[in-house]
């Protein structure tokens, strides 16, 4: 068994650490480099997925994930619920810069709906 760090390696350590371990299973890899817990009962919990993070990032890696976790990612796709409305979700009205109150004009195209942005009751596209 490999000796425990008492705090988590990143960056070069870390590569080189699991370099010099690459013939151990991959929980006592993840275990001696840091990446554990001890519970109430004094049992060693190994955290893969923080060790999987950090190595990742040590390879420079970058992976972008929720702010907080919680939620779905923007499919850029709705569909007509049962009560014939269609709701467009939180992640487009933020990345469109929507706030309460914002007002539209709906204009119906042949396969498409334009949402014509309207300022103080005026089209904004001919001001």
């Known amino acids: 068994m490999a000796e425990l760090a008492t705090t988590p ?10 370099k010099e371990l690459s013939n151990v299973p991959r929980r006592e ?12 009962e004094n ?17 420079g890696i970058a992976i972008e994930s929720p702010k ?6 923007a499919s850029y796709r709705v569909s007509v619920h049962q009560n014939s409305q269609i709701v467009i979700g939180a992640n487009y009205t ?12 709906i204009k119906l195209g042949y396969k498409h709906i334009h949402l014509i942005k309207l300022e103080n009751g005026q089209d904004i596209s001919e001001a």
């Open 68 to 73: 907080d976790g919680r939620g779905r990612e």
């Open 29 to 40: 890899t993840a275990r001696a480099c840091g990446y554990y817990t001890t519970t109430k």
């Open 9 to 18: 390696l990143t960056g070069k350590a870390l590569l080189q650490k699991v």
């Open 43 to 59: 049992k060693i919990r190994v955290n893969l997925a923080e060790f999987y993070d950090a190595l990742l990032a040590a390879k």
């Open 94 to 105: 933020q990345q469109l810069g929507l706030t309460p109150g914002d007002e539209f004009e």
